[in-house]
């Protein structure tokens, strides 16, 4: 399938039909995942993948009750990961493996440890969402192009969710996509116009 068609062909599963991913396609799908570009190559998330039904039942109150969550073979919790330090060295490690010269290396990690050492709390997790949203594009246009269907999601209690999920303070929870095998249909997709959106 061509990238154009994937795009076209995606859609917003409401409803999926409960059967699971099997390992080499989920694996295929995070790698896809996990080659996400990101600013400055931090890669600032963690996702949590959540298969089991009794744990999605227990999301399920904290997500509007939307039927994904618990019909889905796969429910990836991506989270802001604002531990920005440690994911700076490393970057700054992995840069200097793939044999970016020491000295660009240094200067890279000057301008960068700059960078994240003026930010607050809120600009962490501001920078860290931003990112997140690059990594969950490759998520539904990934699983679509591996013959999934998925479902990305906003509507759910971050706080509630890190406490089923036992998650550590510095991972919070930004942004949901339910993935597996569409039971439903999708509808006409309607976009805006081209001379809408650019000028």
Not at 7 to 17: I, T
Not at 81 to 97: I, R, S
Not at 190 to 196: D, I, T
Request: proline letters at 7%.
């Amino acid at each position: 399938m061509e990238f154009k068609e994937i795009v076209m062909q995606r859609y917003a599963s409401k409803q999926f039909d409960g059967r699971m991913i099997d390992e080499p396609t989920l694996f295929t799908l995070l790698d896809i995942i996990r080659y996400s570009p990101s600013a400055f190559n931090l890669q600032p998330w963690k996702i949590k993948i959540v298969t089991a039904g009794r744990i999605k039942k227990n999301l399920l109150p904290h997500s509007n009750n939307q039927p994904q969550v618990t019909t889905c073979s796969h429910l990836l919790v991506f989270c802001a990961n604002t531990e920005l330090e440690g994911l700076v060295d490393k970057a700054l490690e992995g840069f200097a493996e793939s044999g970016l010269p020491k000295e660009s290396v240094s200067q890279y990690a000057a301008m960068i440890k700059g960078y994240i050492g003026s930010m607050s709390p809120e600009q962490r997790i501001a920078f860290a969402r931003e990112q997140i949203h690059i990594a969950l594009g490759n998520a539904v246009n990934g699983a679509k192009s591996l013959g999934l269907d998925s479902c990305p999601m906003g509507g759910f209690d971050p706080v509630a969710y890190a406490d089923v999920l036992f998650l550590p303070d510095e991972y919070i929870p930004v942004v949901l996509c339910a993935v597996g095998y569409a039971a439903d249909k999708p509808h006409l997709k309607w976009r805006l116009p081209r001379e809408e959106v650019f000028f």
